[in-house]
Nanobody
């Protein structure tokens, strides 16, 4: 499966952005899709994830209540709506997919990664 993230850009503190992750390839295969981010000099961290089955997404503590993940009915596009952005949200955002049953927040479980899109929040 191939992943293509888009929608990054520069936004002021308090602003909003909507990222998209387009999935192609073996879309018939069940997969969980997650969003992660990596800021300069920091480790990659979990942001949000949408499971293949069910509609109960998971969020990282730092984005809870500000970010929302959704998926279209064809399950080939996942969005990350980011509201009330803060300078500490500045990072490269990646979407990734996994097919196993490990926890949806586990970064190491994701085997397919997109190229990343840069989000910069100015103060």
């Amino acid at each position: 499966v191939q992943l293509q993230a888009s929608g990054g850009g520069v936004v002021q503190t308090g602003g909003s952005l909507r990222l998209a992750c387009a999935v192609s390839g073996r879309t018939f295969q069940a997969y969980d899709l997650g969003w992660f981010r990596q800021a300069p000099g920091k480790e990659r961290e979990f942001v949000a994830a949408m499971p293949w089955r069910g509609d109960r997404p998971r969020y990282g503590d730092s984005v809870m209540g500000r970010f929302a993940v959704s998926r279209n009915s064809d399950k080939d596009t996942v969005w990350l709506q980011m509201n009330n952005l803060k300078p500490e949200d500045t990072a490269v955002y990646y979407c990734a997919a996994k097919t196993d049953s490990s926890p949806i927040t586990r970064i190491s479980a994701y085997t397919e990664w997109g190229q990343g899109t840069l989000v910069t929040v100015s103060s």
